[in-house]
């Protein structure tokens, strides 16, 4: 599996050669072969790419991720076709049946609020416990909206009571930055896989192009919480933003083997879309810090 993030973030030129993306600055070059990248990011509105790099990018299945002139990531590049049967997994993913998406989406959020109760538990935060205590509440489908309850409880117990996660601050913007890392690394293994990002299980939005992308990252998202929580004094500058790509190469448990969250990622997104297919039991990620 490939393992490298590149962050581009001063004035540069980047292209392809030879199977290498190539970084000029000045008079310096700097070459990555792809079989080595997972995911580029380009942090400055002064780089310029080479088509050709495009091209091999999305042939390659490797992630790009834009951010705009105050550094926020705002877009991706994605590959049309992720798999050699993509068009009879859209097929299958559209008559997903409303029973089968409520039953999972069910368990999603019972390891979202799981792993929220554990962020709570383990940074000796009060109210860890009455979090906990929703995940038996939640039923199919999560039609009484435990999922939001907890998440009432859970952010104004992690951050403060005056926290609001609509608020232009630098917790919120650590926690979109990482969010955003999160969901393009999902949208790029949900089309690897030959689905479409669009169709999702619980999110519906005709304005969203990745519903299906939001309700598999859930489970994810309290792994940047706690980072977030643990860097709340610091200045969310370059040296932050490269401390969020690289928690996604951290160590952590899923399935008895310890990987790394890129590659857990994988796995968790693979395993799930199979529930729709063969019927594979639902496999939790469990954040242990």
Not at 187 to 206: A, D, P, R
Request: proline share 1%; net charge positive; hydrophobic share 35%.
């Amino acid at each position: 599996m490939s393992f490298r993030t590149v962050v581009v973030t001063d004035q540069a030129k980047i292209s392809y050669k030879n199977r290498f993306l190539v970084v000029k600055k000045d008079l310096d070059e700097k070459y990555i072969h792809l079989s080595e990248i997972d995911t580029v990011i380009v942090d400055s509105i002064s780089v310029s790419i080479s088509s050709y790099l495009l091209k091999e990018l999305a042939v390659n299945k490797i992630n790009i991720i834009f951010c705009d002139e105050k550094h926020h990531p705002f877009g991706e590049l994605q590959n049309y076709y992720g798999s050699h049967n993509t068009s009879k997994k859209v097929i299958q993913q559209s008559k997903w049946t409303i029973q089968k998406k409520n039953q999972l989406w069910m368990q999603i959020v019972q390891n979202k609020i799981l792993n929220q109760a554990q962020v709570l538990k383990i940074t000796k935060t009060n109210q860890w416990q009455l979090v906990y205590s929703y995940i038996d509440e939640v039923t199919i489908g999560d039609k009484t909206n435990r999922e939001g309850h907890a998440a009432k409880v859970y952010f104004n117990a992690l951050f403060g009571k005056t926290f609001e996660r609509n608020h232009n601050d630098s917790i919120n913007s650590a926690l979109n930055y990482g969010y955003a890392i999160l969901l393009s690394t999902i949208n790029k293994e949900i089309i690897s896989n030959g689905f479409l990002t669009q169709l999702g299980i619980h999110h519906k939005s005709e304005f969203n192009e990745f519903n299906l992308s939001c309700d598999l990252m859930e489970v994810f998202r309290p792994v940047i919480d706690h980072f977030v929580y643990y860097n709340q004094q610091r200045s969310f500058d370059q040296d932050y933003k490269m401390d969020l790509v690289n928690l996604f190469n951290h160590n952590y448990r899923y399935k008895n083997r310890k990987y790394f969250l890129k590659d857990i990622i994988s796995l968790y997104v693979k395993n799930t879309l199979e529930y729709f297919e063969t019927g594979k039991n639902y496999e939790k990620f469990i954040f242990e810090g």
